[in-house]
C-alpha cells in the first residue's frame, strides 16, 4: 500500500483527494519507482480541480513530473538503485503520474537524472525548467544573439516564464519580463530582467505589423499575447511558443512571416525524443546552480497538493512548486 493523490469522477461527482493504494492497482509498464520528488504544474492544477479535461481516464494519479529510485525493472536501460527522471509522455492524463509514493512506468519515457543535479532540484526545474529551455534552445538555433536585441518572455512569472526570464539573462540577453502581477517586479529583476512590461500592453487585439522591438520572443500566454509579440518581432527574429494561459486561439496575419521573415517555433514538450530530453537537461545542470533553484521554487508535501492545485490556478503560486513525496 501506497499514498497518493487520486482523482475520480463518478455519480459522487469529480474529486481529487489524498488516499492509501494498493501495489497492484498500478498500470502497466516496465519500470517501477519509488518517487521520491514531484511537481505541481498548471497542467496538473487544472486535472486535480477539474477545470479542464486533462485526465483522459479514471482513476488517475495526477503528476506530469517525477523523479525516481527504482525498485524494480525489466528494462536493460535501468538497474534497480538507478535514479531516473521523467516529463511529459501522457502521465497523470493517461498514465498515472508521479504525485504517489510510487509508480510504474515505461522505460522508454525515463531518463537518468543528469549528474549534479539533486531529486528537488531537478523537480524545480520539471516540465517548467525544461520547457524553458526548450524555447531557449530553439532561438539558439536559430541564430538568436545577445547583440541583436531584447528578448520579450510572456507569462514571466509563472514556472515557464521564470526559468526563461533567468536562463536567457544567464546566457547575456536582455530580457523584457510581461506580467499581470507588477507588485512581482522585484522577483522578476532579481531573475535578471531588465525591464517589466505590464500584460495589459500584449493582452488587446493589436495591428498585424506593429514596430520592430524583439529579437526574439518566449511566449507561454497564447492568443493576441502572441499575436502581439509576433508583430512586434524584429526582422529574421524568432518566437518560440509554449503556452496559452490566455487562449488557444491566434488572432493573428501573415504580415510578419511573410514581411518580415519572423519565424514562429511550437515547443512541445510532452512527446520530445529522448535525445531532446537528454540535451535540454544537460544545458539545465551546465546553466543553473543552487541559488537558481532556490529562487524559482519553494518546497510542499503530497497532503498539501489539492489546496495548493486551487491556488496555481487562482494566480497565487509564484514560480515552482517541488512536492517532496519520500525522504
Known amino acids: 500500500m501506497f499514498k497518493a493523490i487520486l482523482i475520480n469522477k463518478d455519480e459522487q461527482g469529480y474529486r481529487a483527494e489524498l488516499t492509501t493504494v494498493d501495489e497492484q492497482q498500478l498500470p502497466a509498464g516496465d519500470v517501477t519507482v519509488k518517487v521520491l520528488t514531484s511537481t505541481l504544474n498548471y497542467k496538473d492544477g487544472l486535472a486535480i480541480t477539474g477545470k479542464a479535461p486533462v485526465v483522459r481516464a479514471f482513476p488517475m494519479v495526477p503528476g506530469i513530473d517525477l523523479v525516481g529510485e527504482v525498485l524494480q525493472s525489466d528494462s536493460s536501460r535501468f538497474q534497480v538503485g538507478d535514479k531516473v527522471l521523467l516529463n511529459g509522455f501522457g502521465v497523470g492524463e493517461g498514465h498515472w503520474g508521479g504525485l504517489a509514493e510510487k509508480a510504474r512506468l515505461k522505460s522508454d519515457w525515463l531518463i537518468p537524472l543528469p549528474k549534479g543535479i539533486s ?55 536582455n530580457v523584457v519580463a510581461a506580467t499581470g502581477r507588477p507588485e512581482e517586479s522585484d522577483y522578476l529583476k532579481k531573475l535578471g530582467a531588465t525591464d517589466i512590461l505590464a500584460r495589459e500592453q500584449l493582452s488587446a487585439p493589436g495591428k498585424p505589423l506593429q514596430k520592430e522591438r524583439w529579437a526574439g520572443v518566449v511566449d507561454c500566454v497564447g492568443s493576441h499575447t502572441l499575436a502581439n509579440a509576433c508583430a512586434s518581432t524584429r526582422y529574421g527574429g524568432a518566437v518560440a511558443a509554449c503556452g496559452l494561459a490566455q487562449g488557444m486561439d491566434f488572432p493573428s496575419s501573415v504580415a510578419p512571416f511573410i514581411l518580415r521573415g519572423v519565424v514562429l517555433y511550437g515547443i512541445d514538450s510532452v512527446m520530445r525524443p529522448l535525445a531532446d530530453r537528454i540535451e535540454a537537461w544537460q544545458r539545465l545542470s551546465e546553466l543553473l546552480t543552487a541559488e537558481d533553484f532556490d529562487t524559482i521554487s519553494h518546497v510542499i508535501s503530497l497532503e498539501q497538493v489539492v489546496s495548493t492545485a486551487n491556488d496555481l490556478l487562482q494566480g497565487k503560486v509564484r514560480g515552482r512548486v517541488i512536492v517532496k513525496v519520500a525522504e
Open 119 to 173: 531529486p528537488a532540484q531537478a523537480m524545480g526545474v520539471g516540465t517548467a525548467g525544461y520547457t524553458a529551455i526548450l524555447c531557449v534552445l530553439a532561438l539558439q538555433k536559430h541564430g538568436v544573439t545577445p547583440e541583436q536585441g531584447e528578448i520579450l518572455v510572456t507569462g514571466a512569472n509563472g514556472g515557464v516564464g521564470s526559468y526563461a526570464v533567468r536562463l536567457l539573462s544567464k546566457l547575456g540577453f
